[in-house]
């Protein structure tokens, strides 16, 4: 919801866009994606996760997920297949359907990893078995990625690391990689000018105020318009051609100038409880029973990596876009997930986002089956002694 009412508000201009008119509201792209990424959601909520972790062969969604993700990549650089947009090769068109390849990879990874360190938990301590493999297939779809995204390609690493190292691996090994990573990723920066140049507007954009600092500028400028209680929603003025991407990257800006201070930070205490609302999920264990400390897993080990997985891209996402468009990081072409304007998306998102829903569901059928079998003990105790009494 929050995601329609502001792509429609940072939409509005004087000439008359799609979402100036009710009709644009109420019967537009973002209402229309908005009401298939619930059905999304939905969907997500009633996957069976636990089976999806144990099946075999073709049945696994893992080999899918890694062929879309590689064959994707790969599409992105085909002519007539892929899109360039804003200088960078990131999308795939088919017909009126267009796409993000990313956005697979970025979603789907955790199930992969996940998947993986679970069929081989018996080697997770180790170097060559446990911790190289799932971290060098990793790598290979980062480095795919990072050729046009390197934000997108360092989130799914840093995801990846929190998923294996949750999963088993030693913290040490992940430690180990970092100067590697650290490296790759400097170069990454280098060999390209405009990461280049970004870099050098996040420390001085005044010394270029009209060419590489221009962005990072009028972000900051829509942020202080603001004030504490904002414009008013619709009432932006960095919109109108001032702020490039307010709909997308920067429109957590935009947030910032309509709504205040205030509403920014009611944006970041609902992003605080959806993850929080989705840690007790991940995180819930049994209550304790005798002889035992703490209380055991409800979860399979699979399902509750892969709920990290997915509220660590979340959170990770949304942490590395309001740093970015308020001049705390350098500018990276990143969406706030749920909010800024976007098809595929919103429904990976939210079909990611309902699959941590499925785990409160198998919580919650668990939690009647033990209500249940208590209540069943208890009346056949409560009956125990009249039976006695009958035939003695």
């Known amino acids: 919801m929050c995601g329609v009412v502001f792509v429609n508000s940072a939409s509005l201009d004087v000439a008359g866009s799609e979402g100036t008119t009710l009709d644009g509201i109420l ?15 939905a969907l997500g909520s009633v996957i069976p996760l636990d089976r999806m972790g ?9 080999w899918w997920i890694l062929a879309a993700t590689f064959a994707g990549i790969l599409l992105v650089h085909v002519p007539g297949v892929g899109r360039e947009v804003n200088g960078a090769s990131r999308w795939i068109a088919v017909g009126p359907i267009t796409f993000q390849p990313s956005e697979i990879a970025k979603w789907g990874m955790p199930l992969v990893l996940a998947w993986w ?43 990846a690391l929190l998923v294996v190292v949750a999963a088993g691996c030693r913290w040490w090994h992940a430690a180990l990689l970092l100067p590697i990573a650290l490296t790759g990723f400097i170069a990454m920066i280098v060999v390209s000018p405009y990461r280049v140049n970004r870099i050098i507007a996040y420390l001085d954009p005044y010394a270029d ?71 007790l999920v991940v995180a819930a264990e049994r209550p304790r029973e005798r002889g035992h400390a703490r209380g055991a897993p409800r979860l399979s080990r699979y399902a509750r990596l892969v709920g990290l997985g997915v509220l660590a891209t979340v959170g990770l996402q949304a942490l590395i876009n309001v740093l970015v468009v308020t001049g705390i990081a350098p500018t990276k ?50 009956t125990a002694p009249a039976v006695s009494a009958v035939t003695g």
């Open 54 to 62: 144990v099946a075999r062969g073709l049945w696994n969604p893992a």
């Open 209 to 279: 105020s009209q060419g590489i600092g221009y962005h990072i500028i009028q972000s900051m400028g829509a942020i202080s318009g603001g004030g504490l209680v904002g414009r008013g929603l619709g009432n932006s003025i960095q919109k109108f051609g001032y702020l490039p991407e307010g709909t997308t990257d920067f429109i957590f800006s935009i947030i910032c100038e309509e709504m205040g201070l205030i509403g920014a930070l009611i944006i970041v205490v609902l992003y605080g409880t959806l993850l929080w609302c989705g840690w």
């Open 117 to 159: 360190c679970c069929s081989r938990a018996q080697h997770l301590h180790t170097w060559w078995r446990g911790f190289v493999p799932p971290i060098a297939l990793a790598g290979v779809v980062a480095l795919g990625i990072a050729v046009e995204d390197l934000g997108t390609a360092t989130l799914v690493m840093v995801v």
């Open 27 to 41: 019967f537009g792209r973002a209402t229309v994606f908005a009401l298939l990424s619930a059905a999304c959601l």
């Open 333 to 382: 072409g990143i969406a706030l997930p749920l909010i800024s304007r976007g098809g595929t998306g919103w429904m990976l998102t939210c079909f990611s986002l309902g699959l941590v829903m499925a785990l409160d569901r198998v919580m919650a059928r668990e939690d009647r089956a033990v209500e249940v079998d208590s209540q069943q003990r208890a009346d056949e105790v409560g």
